[in-house]
């Protein structure tokens, strides 16, 4: 089972930023926290992880709290080609568990 | 870099036969998993494959097995077709090095419908 919680569905208006929340409450030490997202029947396409500390790269901002158990996927200017499912994984030395993900539509 | 690449990307097969899809992972990349996706049970893990040595394996039945050749490349096989078998079947490569910040990088997949 996967172990993060998140919303079924979002709505965010383009050019505005898209913040996503992460559960994972059940978060070991040495596990990471994986972003992936799935434009439809596509393969899923790798975003953003991190461990504790914040990160940023140029698709996206990974923000983790302090006790680790939440996180927060940001994309700082939405488009209509983000919209897609988003993933939230947390992994160890284990495969890749997907959950159902948060369905993000950007709305024109 | 070239990405994952699957092939072939649809397949359309009947009931009792067996398919081969086939997977060519990054350059450089020597672990290769396996991933089936259906709207009923969204994406699962079917197996992991590393240096020709199968080193993950998923809750699938034995019809569905897999082997990677020695430069990398991955197949899987799925014997006696069902119509439940039909899906997207994805297929995804890392470097294999330490499995926790490993980053998968996914192929487009292979669509296989099952009549």
């Known amino acids: 089972d996967a172990k993060t919680t998140q919303p079924t569905s979002m709505d965010c208006a383009e050019g505005r930023a898209a913040n996503l929340p992460c559960n994972h409450s059940?978060?070991?030490?040495?596990?990471?926290v994986y972003w992936y997202r799935q434009i439809h029947s596509q393969g899923p396409q790798y975003i953003i992880h991190g461990l504790k500390n914040n990160e940023t790269n140029e698709m996206a901002s990974l923000i983790i709290t302090e006790d680790r158990k939440s996180s927060t996927l940001i994309l700082p200017h939405a488009t209509l080609r983000d919209t897609a499912v988003y993933y939230c994984i947390v992994k160890g030395n284990t495969p890749l568990v997907f959950g159902k993900g948060t369905r993000l539509s950007v709305i024109a | 870099k070239a990405g994952v690449t699957q092939t072939p990307r649809y397949l359309i097969k009947t009931r009792g036969q067996q398919v081969t899809l086939s997977c060519s992972p990054i350059s450089g990349h020597r672990s290769v998993s396996w991933y089936q996706q259906t709207p009923g049970q969204g994406l699962q893990f079917l197996f992991e494959y590393f240096s020709e040595t199968q080193r993950n394996k998923g809750n699938f039945p034995g019809r569905f097995s897999g082997r990677q050749f020695s430069n990398s490349r991955s197949e899987m096989n799925v014997s006696t077709l069902e119509l439940g078998d039909s899906a997207l079947y994805l297929c995804?490569?890392?470097?294999?090095?330490?499995?926790?910040?490993?980053?998968?990088?996914f192929g487009p997949g292979t669509r296989l419908t099952v009549l």
């Open positions: 995804a490569s890392t470097a294999g090095v330490a499995a926790s910040t490993d980053t998968q990088y």
């Open positions: 059940t978060i070991s030490g040495n596990e990471y």
